[in-house]
């Protein structure tokens, strides 16, 4: 059975918008920015270029160029997640007993079983991406695993004096370390979108800590956010991923610790080109391809995507807020 017809460039965006959304937190947030990039690398120096004001200049003069914030003219090699699934011989000829509807169907279910994968390995790699480093397992030829790393240069970080679980601090005083970390945010980045976010252990230190409060108006505790005083918002991001070298999850946001990311700083999710012949070289999100097998005979559906989060890292500020 010929399995072609499933697995055009048209088909594949016909399946995909079929399937349900996929959720994924850190990207969902801060990489809504998405590009296709249509090289199969990124240069150091396309990244980060000044996000915020630039002198205006004098009438008929030369125009200000964007300088990159750093020298580098290396190449980011964007390596792709390939997953597989197989469909054996027997697995065909029992497809070819469906209807034309039953058959789009199974290869509907195929092609999510692929792409679910792809967009959580995304979701991994954003996650990384907020330490200004990404540090990823990275299989070799003959089963080795390497490490991928790309870094982007390392996150400011701020001193909080008095830790938000401390008896004696009081929400003025959590209030004033958040415009702490906003006045150092301010020194590399616009911060006219920030989020604050924090995980479950930093969330239920501020709840414990509302909860003793005799007036609410103070505070107040949403589904998945704590408002502070009408002027701070802190959002509770308990995404994480599995760490494939100890099997452990990784949270991404560490504990006793809260994150202010700037969203207006230029947060970007780029999917560069695809090594796929079938695919025209060209970046998509995603892309499957069937590939018959002699031995044992069936075919091998094979998916691949090439994400790559860019986070602007002067657009992030970590501050420990726990004892």
Known sequence: MDLKKFFTREAIVDTLQRLPELKTPVMDLLYTDRRNHPFPVVGYRDLNLPAGNIPVVRRGSQSYPLTPTDGKISMIEVQPVNPSVYLSAADLNNLKLLDPQGQQAYIDNQIDNLRRPCRATAEALSAQSLTGKIAYPLRADGGAYLTYEVDFGTPASVTISKKWDDANTKVADIVKSLGQIIDTLKKTAPAMDVQFLCGFDVYAALVDKIGALPNSAIA????????????????????????????????????????????????????????????GLVALPFYAQPVTTQDPSGVKIIGESKPLPVPNVKGIVKAVVLT
Do not use: C, H, W
């Not at 308990?238 to 990784?250: G, Q, R």
């Not at 969203?263 to 080109?273: E, M, N, P, T």
């Open 220 to 279: 107040q505790v949403g589904a998945d956010y704590i408002s502070l005083g009408g002027v701070a918002k802190i959002q509770l991001l308990s995404a994480n991923y599995i760490d494939l070298t100890t099997n452990e999850a990784v949270s991404a946001i560490p504990a006793k610790t809260i994150l202010a990311v700037d969203r207006s700083s230029g947060f970007k999710l780029l999917y560069a080109a695809l090594d796929q012949m079938d695919a």
